[in-house]
């Protein structure tokens, strides 16, 4: 069975300081998908980054950033000089080959606080 | 292009009675979802469709009913309301990732 842990229920910064959110999966497939979404305050959810598992580069857009490690099963995001505009909950998500990715196992989400 | 649509955005419900969520999309995405979220649960996957006239249970299926005749919506339906149906629903469409729907509140009391 997949699972994904998302061990941060809460966590609040002040404006501009760097913040990671730590993302844990379990998978027996060699093959899988990694997400994650972003819902503010106003409940939309928005889709953030896939990366399947054999793509093990960090990527960049802008000031988020992902930390993709199989070894560790972590796909962690950080968000460089945090914003008032970040404060929202984050979800990460897991998918299998078979589905590649139209049926998600999410974790329980982080509520990420940003004070000005 | 509206994308996802759903309604109602809220919904009171007494226990037993019955409703309809509303779908519809106007991408012509083959592939639709509905999922409940839950404080401290994320979300998790009601019934899917990968095109018009097939739909599948997914992890939370009992209580949910869904049928898909067209393309563009894959309605959800409560066919006798319970309070653990208290939730907020979303529909979602898939391509590389998912679109949702701006989601819909359920209270059942």
């Known amino acids: 069975a997949q699972k994904v842990t998302q061990a941060q229920t809460e966590i609040s910064v002040v404006e501009k300081e760097d913040v990671t959110l730590d993302c844990v999966y379990e998978?027996?497939?060699?093959?899988?998908?990694l997400f994650w979404y972003k819902q503010p305050p106003s409940g939309e959810l928005v889709f953030l980054i896939r990366?399947?598992?054999?793509?093990?580069q960090n990527e960049i857009s802008g000031r988020y950033s992902w930390n993709f490690q199989k070894s560790t099963s972590s796909f962690n995001f950080t968000i460089t000089a945090s914003q008032v505009v970040d404060s929202a909950v984050y979800f990460c998500?897991?998918?299998?080959?078979?589905?590649?990715?139209?049926?998600?196992?999410f974790g329980e989400g982080t509520q990420l606080t940003v004070n000005p | 292009n509206a994308g996802v649509t759903q309604t109602p955005k809220f919904q009171v419900l007494k226990t037993g009675q019955s409703m309809t969520l509303q779908c519809a999309q106007d991408?012509?995405?083959?592939?639709m979802s509905w999922y409940r979220q839950d404080p401290g649960m994320g979300l998790r996957l009601i019934h899917y469709?990968?095109?018009?006239?097939?739909?599948d249970q997914g992890e939370v299926p009992n209580g949910y009913n869904v049928s898909r005749s067209t393309t563009e919506d894959f309605p959800l339906r409560l066919l006798s309301a319970a309070p653990s149906q208290t939730s907020v629903y979303f529909c979602a469409t898939w391509v590389y990732g998912y679109t949702f729907g701006s989601g819909t509140r359920l209270t059942v009391v």
């Open positions: 998500a897991l998918s299998d080959q078979e589905t590649s990715g139209s049926r998600l196992t």
């Open positions: 990366r399947n598992s054999f793509d093990e």
């Open positions: 469709s990968v095109g018009a006239g097939i739909t």
């Open positions: 991408m012509n995405h083959e592939y």
């Open positions: 998978t027996r497939d060699t093959t899988y998908y």
